[in-house]
């Protein structure tokens, strides 16, 4: 362990006051906007769970009793997450709580238990052993792209089956195991339950009444020369859109950018096309916007200036650019991962088309970034998806 990690560990430590009574920590595996987390061996495992656990071999019909019974020595790993003191205690709440909701559900990583010390919450986890994404992003085969997919939909699924939506998928927040084919997934901090109020953004309106509710402009104009030029209409009078803007840059639905109202569970459906789209062309991450103008010009670049113009409509917004590079009709998405994978036919390699396993891939991201939410597919039908439905463990 690093230096400055085994400093900050013994900081912890000494700030919250008990924890190493019941938590030998070991290193320190995660470090975000929201919250720091450490690997720690528990070492009341026993105690608190009023159970020995059993290896294989003592849990097997040959064992004698006395075998059975014999505690495990294999120790008990957690992850302890430190919610970061300035998370307001109404968002530390609410990650606990949906946690808590979610508990019986075996693709989420449960929530053991939490301690508060002070001003300071910890969340305890379970461990779960999984691979950096950074490690396996760039070679993982299609056949082992079902499996990983299958087990985000199987997790998606239990979660949007209880109307929560999670906001924030991302790989590092789908903690996936290779070996075992299994991903659980991590980080309510900024999931939601879905709301129940129709009537604000102009994706509820039957599409008739769309184009006359149309009151917010979403604008891109290339840069000019010369210090402080805005990229943005100066004397905007409209009243601005406040809407949930959560997430990860480059994971966000258009209609999350586009500031839509009634975002729902279909959100997180998007998000996961992204994580295939950077599967299949090999890039991570795949986009890099700035901020919510650029990276509505990134989904842009791809879909073409028309399909932005018409997801706009669904949400109430006009979408305009006069930045000339950007098509009217898009790229195709076969051509993108083309191109990112070298496979152009220009210099590179020789192989111009995509294997039919890639293209049945593509296929199902079409289904995943999906602009217009209410047509994107769900967890439950991606299930059923031949895409999934091929997955072989
Ligand atoms: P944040 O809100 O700061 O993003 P996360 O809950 O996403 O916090 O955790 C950050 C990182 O810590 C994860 O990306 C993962 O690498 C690691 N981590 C979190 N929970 C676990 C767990 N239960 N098992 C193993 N690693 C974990
Ligand atoms: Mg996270």
Same mark, same amino acid.
């Given at each position: 362990?690093?230096?400055?990690?085994?400093?900050?560990?013994?900081?912890?430590?000494?700030?919250?006051?008990?924890?190493?009574?019941?938590?030998?920590?070991?290193?320190?595996?995660?470090?975000?906007?929201?919250?720091?987390?450490?690997?720690?061996?528990?070492?009341?495992?026993?105690?608190?769970?009023?159970?020995?656990? &059993?290896? #294989? +071999?003592?849990?097997?019909? *040959?064992?004698?009793? @006395?075998?059975?019974?014999?505690?495990?020595? $294999?120790?008990?790993?957690?992850?302890?997450?430190?919610?970061?003191?300035?998370?307001?205690?109404?968002?530390?709440?609410?990650?606990?709580?949906?946690?808590?909701?979610?508990?019986?559900?075996?693709?989420?990583?449960?929530?053991?238990?939490?301690?508060?010390?002070?001003?300071?919450?910890?969340?305890?986890?379970?461990?779960?052993?999984?691979?950096?994404?950074?490690?396996?992003?760039?070679?993982?085969?299609?056949?082992?792209?079902?499996?990983?997919?299958?087990?985000?939909?199987?997790?998606?699924?239990?979660?949007?089956?209880?109307?929560?939506?999670?906001?924030?998928?991302?790989?590092?927040?789908?903690?996936?195991?290779?070996?075992?084919?299994?991903?659980?997934?991590?980080?309510?901090? &900024?999931? #939601? +339950?879905?709301?129940?109020? *129709?009537?604000?953004? @102009?994706?509820?309106?039957?599409?008739?009444? $769309?184009?006359?509710?149309?009151?917010?402009?979403?604008?891109?104009?290339?840069?000019?020369?010369?210090?402080?030029?805005?990229?943005?209409?100066?004397?905007?009078?409209?009243?601005?859109?406040?809407?949930?803007?959560?997430?990860?840059?480059?994971?966000?639905?258009?209609?999350?950018?586009?500031?839509?109202?009634?975002?729902?569970?279909?959100?997180?459906?998007?998000?996961?096309?992204?994580?295939?789209?950077?599967?299949?062309?090999?890039?991570?991450?795949?986009?890099?916007?700035?901020?919510?103008?650029?990276?509505?010009?990134?989904?842009?670049?791809?879909?073409?200036?028309?399909?932005?113009?018409?997801?706009?409509?669904?949400?109430?917004?006009?979408?305009?650019?006069?930045?000339?590079?950007?098509?009217?009709?898009?790229?195709?998405?076969?051509?993108?991962?083309?191109?990112?994978?070298?496979?152009?036919?220009?210099?590179?390699?020789?192989?111009?088309?995509?294997?039919?396993?890639?293209?049945?891939?593509?296929?199902?991201?079409?289904?995943?970034?999906?602009?217009?939410?209410?047509?994107?597919?769900?967890?439950?039908?991606?299930?059923?998806?031949?895409?999934?439905?091929?997955?072989?463990?």
């Amino acid at each position: 362990v690093e230096d400055s990690v085994a400093q900050d560990i013994l900081r912890f430590e000494e700030s919250f006051v008990g924890i190493n009574k019941r938590y030998r920590l070991i290193n320190r595996i995660g470090e975000g906007t929201f919250s720091t987390v450490y690997k720690a061996e528990d070492l009341e495992y026993e105690k608190y769970n009023n159970r020995w656990d &059993l290896d #294989e +071999r003592e849990n097997s019909k *040959w064992a004698s009793p @006395a075998q059975r019974r014999r505690p495990s020595r $294999r120790p008990h790993y957690v992850a302890i997450k430190k919610i970061y003191v300035t998370s307001s205690p109404i968002r530390i709440f609410n990650e606990l709580d949906l946690l808590h909701d979610l508990k019986n559900s075996d693709s989420v990583c449960p929530l053991i238990t939490a301690f508060r010390h002070l001003d300071q919450v910890v969340a305890i986890l379970p461990y779960f052993q999984h691979r950096d994404f950074r490690e396996y992003y760039r070679d993982m085969r299609i056949p082992e792209m079902r499996l990983y997919f299958k087990s985000l939909f199987l997790a998606l699924q239990s979660v949007h089956g209880k109307k929560i939506l999670h906001r924030d998928i991302k790989p590092t927040n789908f903690l996936y195991n290779p070996q075992q084919a299994r991903g659980v997934l991590v980080d309510f901090g &900024l999931a #939601e +339950r879905q709301g129940t109020d *129709w009537h604000q953004c @102009a994706c509820a309106l039957p599409s008739e009444e $769309r184009r006359y509710r149309i009151n917010h402009s979403v604008y891109a104009q290339t840069q000019q020369a010369g210090p402080q030029t805005s990229s943005y209409p100066k004397n905007e009078t409209r009243s601005s859109r406040r809407a949930n803007r959560a997430g990860t840059r480059g994971f966000r639905a258009p209609e999350v950018l586009l500031k839509c109202t009634q975002q729902n569970t279909s959100i997180d459906m998007w998000s996961a096309g992204v994580i295939l789209l950077t599967l299949l062309s090999r890039r991570f991450p795949f986009f890099h916007s700035a901020d919510d103008i650029d990276a509505l010009l990134e989904i842009t670049s791809i879909f073409g200036r028309k399909k932005m113009k018409e997801t706009a409509i669904l949400h109430g917004q006009v979408f305009e650019t006069n930045i000339p590079s950007y098509s009217d009709a898009g790229h195709s998405l076969e051509k993108i991962i083309l191109w990112c994978t070298g496979r152009t036919g220009d210099k590179a390699g020789p192989k111009k088309e995509l294997d039919e396993d890639e293209k049945e891939a593509v296929q199902f991201l079409y289904r995943l970034m999906e602009c217009d939410p209410t047509k994107r597919i769900t967890a439950a039908e991606a299930l059923r998806h031949p895409f999934i439905l091929k997955a072989v463990e």
